[in-house]
């Protein structure tokens, strides 16, 4: 594992869970390189045990349940697309996965162009790795994952709004700051698809 591929997109599990509940998943799927660490990978293995697929459809619990279990599946096939670095030191306790993806980054800059993460601190720690190490990387929120896919042209603006929506809505992130961070970094206008309370 010491020497598994390292693709330029870093993803956290939390963001993983994010993007994996979107229509747009399978095009991510077919389309991007993604890496993630052992630690994260644990985290998505430990959701789908302990959160029930059976929690009834719009409740926090299944979100998290068929995000993980969907995100697991491309990094525990025989994709290439899809590898596991290890984390070392491996960081414990409950951030760790947030944690591992900034050692990663830390030990290994050059190899990434973003960190994608789900928490805000974590993404300007990352940041500032990025600013001292190789300057051209950048930590960004989930919705960019999906925006990688509009830059590639696999998907339209209006899916892409619509994704992104989807995914606001289902991480409850629909407070002032949470729609902030949201869509900063993507230089693109929803408001032609989605409402005035899901735009910056």
Request: proline letters at 5%; glycine letters at 6%; hydrophobic letters at 35%.
């Amino acid at each position: 594992m010491a020497d598994a591929t390292r693709h330029p997109v870093i993803v956290d599990s939390d963001a993983l869970i994010a993007v994996a509940n979107t229509d747009l998943w399978s095009r991510i799927l077919e389309t991007l390189n993604l890496t993630t660490t052992n630690v994260c990978q644990q985290e998505l293995q430990r959701h789908t045990r302990e959160k029930s697929a059976h929690a009834p459809d719009g409740t926090r619990e299944r979100w998290v349940h068929d995000g993980s279990k969907a995100a697991l599946e491309p990094f525990t096939s025989e994709a290439e697309a899809f590898t596991v670095v290890p984390s070392v030191p491996r960081p414990h306790g409950k951030d760790a996965g947030e944690t591992s993806i900034q050692r990663e980054v830390e030990q290994h800059s050059e190899a990434y162009t973003y960190a994608i993460l789900m928490d805000k601190h974590g993404r300007k720690a990352i940041n500032r790795v990025f600013d001292t190490q190789n300057g051209d990387g950048k930590a960004v929120a989930p919705p960019f994952l999906l925006y990688l896919l509009l830059k590639r042209g696999v998907c339209t603006e209006e899916e892409f709004c619509l994704a992104c929506g989807e995914l606001l809505r289902g991480e409850g992130w629909t407070g002032f700051q949470a729609i902030q961070a949201a869509w900063e970094a993507i230089p693109l206008d929803c408001r032609d698809y989605l409402s005035d309370d899901l735009l910056p």
